[in-house]
């Protein structure tokens, strides 16, 4: 078997996926076209020359602009096949997606519109590609926690099929502590808890999200490193930290890949998984990441075994589906 296809083809599960960050260039235009939407540029090649981003908000600017071409649950649905589609053909056998509701309904997209539309897709993709899946509602930290506390309210009384909360968008400045209601509000629901922390926010971010939101997981955390005491929490406790490297290289949390801190991450024992984050923006989805960290640090297959039982161990997935997937 080629190197590639053994990355490739190691059952994983991917734990950090924005739906809306799978939406590819030429699926954006195809529903600029579609929904009569006009765009601020005129092309393929224009589009594809704006994905240089200097951090994480010029890239959420980006990501919230193309937003505009997601319209009806069709649209949702078109979205999630593809990106489900091809994780399948990543090895991605469970996938745990995030939709951000907020950003469809500051423009006028109703929960039901976005929710179905991403949910009818997922509802057969065992059927269709293999993959169990489940929804995460991700809240935007940079609006209010009041805001986060209505659309909560929503979803619950529309007996929306989430799993789990997460929290994401302009993380410097928006410490987790904002979010303290909205999360025992979620826990008292039966929801799972997820936070992104110490992506581009401090290591305090990453105790807070534990401490006050109480969460299962850590989105990111790869600032934790400069923490020690922080590491040493985190690998007895076995915390999850869903690790984006190509995303982090492209957001510029590390200046390339060969600086990236996992191998480091690994060798301290942290309970590590590589996800793709938005794959259509940072260039590659879970076996791109996979293959390049392989290419830039000759991991073992040792630590490639370890990090996909990571990533099925970490999940929300039912024990019965880890077992099957392990
Ligand atoms: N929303 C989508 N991708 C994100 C990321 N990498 N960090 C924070 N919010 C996000
Ligand atoms: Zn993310």
């Known amino acids: 078997m080629l ?5 490739r083809l190691l059952p994983v599960a991917e734990l950090h996926l924005h739906i809306e960050g799978t939406l590819q260039p030429e ?3 195809e529903l600029a076209d579609r929904n009569g939407i006009t765009l601020p540029y005129t092309g393929l090649e224009e589009l594809r020359g704006l994905y ?5 908000q010029s890239f959420l600017d980006l990501y919230y602009a193309n937003m505009a071409v997601l319209q009806t649950e069709q649209d949702f649905a078109d979205m999630t096949r593809a990106y489900l589609a091809r994780a399948a053909a990543a090895g991605v056998r469970h996938a745990e997606i995030m939709m951000d509701p907020q950003a469809h309904l500051s423009r006028g997209i109703s929960l039901e519109t976005c929710v179905n539309g ?4 997922l509802a057969t993709s065992q059927e ?9 509602a991700a809240f935007l930290r940079d609006l209010s926690e009041e805001s986060a506390l209505e659309v909560l309210d929503g979803l619950l009384a529309m007996n929306a099929p989430i799993a789990a909360i997460g929290l994401d968008s302009a993380e410097v400045g928006n410490p987790p502590a904002k979010f303290e209601r909205l999360f025992a509000k979620a826990r008292e629901a039966g929801l799972r808890l997820t936070a992104h922390a110490g992506e581009e926010g401090p290591p305090s971010y990453i105790i807070e999200a534990l401490d006050i939101l109480g969460v299962e997981r850590i989105d990111h955390g790869i600032r934790c490193m400069e923490d020690p005491d922080l590491v040493e929490r985190l690998v007895a406790d076995r915390i ?5 490297p190509l995303s982090n290289v492209r957001l510029r949390a ?7 801190p996992l191998p480091a991450m690994l060798a301290a024992g942290l309970n590590v998984s590589v996800n793709s984050d938005d794959p259509a923006y940072f260039g590659g989805y879970v076996d791109d990441n996979f293959s390049q960290l392989k290419a830039v640090f000759d991991l073992s297959d ?12 970490s999940s929300f997935a039912s024990e019965e589906r880890k077992a099957e997937l392990l």
């Open 3 to 7: 190197e590639t296809e053994a990355v």
């Open 27 to 29: 699926l954006i235009l």
């Open 52 to 56: 240089e981003f200097t951090d994480l």
């Open 118 to 121: 991403v949910a009818s897709a």
């Open 128 to 136: 269709d590609f293999g993959m169990s899946t489940l929804l995460i």
């Open 240 to 244: 999850p930290l869903t690790v984006c």
């Open 254 to 260: 590390v200046d390339t890949l060969a600086d990236h």
């Open 302 to 313: 040792f630590d490639r075994a370890r990090l996909a039982a990571n990533s099925i161990h």
